[in-house]
C-alpha cells in the first residue's frame, strides 16, 4: 500500500465535462507533484508544488488546473480535455522540492476522455 | 538539462537468471540517481538510490546497483531473479534542486 492516497481510480469524461483528481498524504511532505503517464511511457513531470506555492509547470495546457489546497492536498481539475489526455495520472510526493529526496507515488488515477 | 537512457526496453528471463539492466544518463554536474519498479496495477516505487560514498548500493528485495562515474552509468542488478519481480523498472536522474528526470523504463518478464 502506499501513503500517497488518488481519487478516483478510475474516470471517463466526455470533453466538455469538468471534473477533478485528488491526492492526500499525510507524511508531512513539503512538496507535491503531478505526472502523466501513457502506456508503456516513463511518468512525465506535469506540476510541482513546493510549500503549497505552484514552484514548477511543464507547459502544461491549461485545460489541466492545479491546486494545493493545504500541506496535504493536490488536486488537478480537468476541463474540455481532449481525447490524447487519456492516460494514468500520478501524484507524488517528497520531503522538498527537488531530486534530493525520494518520491512516494500513489496508484494513480486513470483518466479516459471519450 | 539532464537525460536518461535505458537500453534495453523489454528482457525476459527464466526464474534464478541474473539480471542486469542498463542506465545511462548525461550530465556534466553532480546528480542523485535512482531506480524505481511498478509492479502489474501497483505504484511506483523506489527500489535504491545514490546520493554519495559509496559507488555499490544495495536496495529492496535483493537489488543492487553501481555507479560508474566515469562512464555515466546506473546499472541495476540481482544475481538471481523470481517470478515476482517481473516489472517495469525506471532509472531516474536529478541534479541537485532540479526535477528528476526518469529514463523510457524497462519491461522485465521473468517466466517461472
Known amino acids: 500500500d502506499t501513503e500517497v492516497t488518488q481519487t478516483p481510480k478510475h474516470l471517463v469524461m466526455g470533453m466538455t465535462n469538468k471534473k477533478s483528481l485528488k491526492c492526500e498524504q499525510h507524511?508531512?511532505?513539503?512538496?507535491m507533484y503531478w505526472y502523466k503517464q501513457k502506456a508503456k511511457k516513463p511518468p512525465e513531470l506535469m506540476f510541482v508544488y513546493s510549500y503549497e506555492k505552484l514552484s514548477i509547470n511543464e507547459s502544461v495546457p491549461s485545460r489541466f488546473s492545479p491546486e494545493c489546497p493545504n500541506s496535504s492536498l493536490l488536486n488537478l481539475h480537468l476541463h474540455a480535455l481532449q481525447p490524447e489526455d487519456s492516460a494514468l495520472y500520478l501524484c507524488a510526493s517528497s520531503r522538498g522540492q527537488g531530486s534530493s529526496g525520494e518520491l512516494f507515488f500513489g496508484e494513480g488515477s486513470r483518466l479516459t476522455v471519450l | 538539462a539532464q537525460s536518461v537512457s535505458q537500453h534495453n526496453h523489454h528482457v525476459i528471463l527464466s526464474e534464478a537468471a541474473s539480471l542486469e539492466l542498463g542506465c545511462n544518463y548525461s550530465?556534466?554536474?553532480?546528480?542523485?540517481l535512482f531506480w524505481y519498479v511498478q509492479y502489474p496495477g501497483q505504484h511506483l516505487q523506489l527500489l535504491l538510490k545514490?546520493?554519495?560514498?559509496?559507488?555499490l548500493v544495495k536496495g529492496i528485495k535483493g537489488f543492487e546497483a553501481e555507479f560508474i562515474k566515469s562512464k555515466f552509468s546506473f546499472n541495476l542488478r540481482k544475481p538471481s531473479v523470481q517470478w515476482s519481480d517481473t516489472a517495469e523498472y525506471f532509472c531516474?536522474?536529478?541534479?541537485?534542486?532540479?526535477?528528476?528526470?526518469f529514463g523510457g523504463g524497462t519491461r522485465v518478464l521473468v517466466k517461472p
Open positions: 507524511m508531512g511532505h513539503r512538496a
Open positions: 545514490y546520493f554519495s560514498g559509496d559507488p
Open positions: 550530465y556534466g554536474g553532480t546528480v542523485n
Open positions: 531516474a536522474v536529478g541534479a541537485a534542486g532540479n526535477k528528476l528526470t
